[in-house]
Structure formats: C-alpha cells, structure tokens
T-cell receptor
Framework: DAGITQSPRHKVTETGTPVTLRCHQT?????MYWYRQDPGHGLRLIHY???????DKGEVSDGYSVSRSKTEDFLLTLESATSSQTSVYFC????????????FGDGTRLSIL | GQNIDQPTEMTATEGAIVQINCTYQ??????LFWYQQHAGEAPTFLSY????GLEEKGRFSSFLSRSKGYSYLLLKELQMKDSASYLC?????????FGAGTRLFVKA
C-alpha cells in the first residue's frame, strides 16, 4: 500500500476560523488529490496537484485553497470555515497512469460548528 | 459523482452472488475502477477495466462494455465482511470521477 497519512484525523472548530489539513505521502507520486465525502454525493474532487507548486481546481473548489511545496506534502486550507464544509476529507496520491489506482489516506473528519 | 450512476443500496445473503451495476458517460473514457470502502475507512482498490469483458480476481469480478457505458462488479460467495460501500469510478486523464457508491448489506 502507498504510504499516505493525513493529519489531523478528527477536528472540531468554529465557523469563521481557518483550518489546514495535511497530507503526506512516501511513494514519490506525482499526483495528489483532496476529496470530500458526503452522504449521497460520494467522493468529490476539491483540488489536485500534478507536481510541486502545480495545482488545479476540482468540481467543488470554492472556499478551499491548496499548496504543494514538496512532492510528499499537500495541504488543504479552509480560509474561513463554514458549516457547509463539515465533511470527511480524503487525500489520495497516484502516478496519473491510466491503469494505476489512487491510494487513499485514512481521512479527516471535520466538524464546523 | 458526475454522470456515474449506481444503485444506492443493495441487500444480499451470505454465500450468495450479487451484481452491482454502474453506468457512466462514454465520452473521454480511459478506464473504469471499482473501490471498496468499509464504514469509517478509506476506499481501497478492487479492480480495473479498460477493455471490454470480464476481469476476475478471486471472489470478485468486474465487467465492462465500453459501447454501452456499462460496468458491473460481481461478488461471489458473499461473506459478512463484504458489507461495505462499492464505488464505481471513471478514469479521465489523470483524474478519477467517483460515483456516489452502493451500500451493500450482507445478511446471515
């Protein structure tokens, strides 16, 4: 399995506060992804990265920003958290090749009160 | 997920066979993945299809028809531990688009 870890695993915070979620992978994968998972919606792509300092938006990027300063690290930031961003967040990494699956971290359960 | 359809829930009996269907958009198709996700855990890779036909991996098999935009996951000899969500996902370039998942309940 790809070594991919997320931190924190759980977080409760208040509306309006900034939140940063961290993802670290040890597989030297070029591509990294942030998803959110909500009941009835499945996994939805927030942002992804195709290299150091190279990022792009996914389908639900509003209210989120990302940064990738090193191959192994991909940060997701909620600049001013809202209750609609309460969700489970998954990070994933992959080679980007068509026949190679993504490998997922264990997820971060984020609650915004 | 974007234009990926699969049933929301299914129930089957231990020892039986269950087929989970998935339809997707055929434009820009590059491959079809199936993932398993137990409650509270990360998705894990099950199978991949890029050509038409059946791919068998032990108790799990996955089928693809590119012309119909259709795939299914077949689980044989169901076990209680197979109770999980099964995610159909389409590979588009270097991105993967996921369906909402099918929750499978296996009963004794």
């Amino acid at each position: 399995d790809a070594g991919i870890t997320q931190s924190p695993r759980h977080k409760v915070t208040e509306t309006g506060t900034p939140v940063t979620l961290r993802c670290h992978q040890t597989e030297n994968h070029r591509y990294m992804y942030w998803y959110r998972q909500d009941p009835g919606h499945g996994l939805r792509l927030i942002h992804y990265s195709y290299g150091v300092k190279d990022t792009d938006k996914g389908e639900v990027s509003d209210g989120y920003s990302v940064s990738r300063s090193k191959t192994e690290d991909f940060l997701l930031t909620l600049e001013s958290a809202t209750s609609s961003q309460t969700s489970v967040y998954f990070c994933a990494s992959g080679t980007g090749d068509f026949n190679q699956p993504q490998h997922f971290g264990d997820g971060t359960r984020l609650s915004i009160l | 997920g974007q234009n990926i359809d699969q049933p929301t829930e299914m129930t089957a009996t231990e020892g039986a066979i269950v087929q989970i269907n998935c339809t997707y958009q055929t434009s820009g198709f590059n491959g079809l993945f199936w993932y398993q996700q137990h409650a509270g855990e990360a998705p894990t890779f099950l199978s991949y299809n890029v050509l038409d036909g059946l791919e068998e991996k032990g108790r799990f098999s996955s089928f693809l028809s590119r012309s119909k935009g259709y795939s299914y996951l077949l689980l044989k000899e169901l076990q209680m531990k197979d109770s999980a969500s099964y995610l159909c996902a389409e590979f588009k370039g270097f991105k993967t688009i996921f369906g909402a998942g099918t929750r499978l309940f296996v009963k004794a």
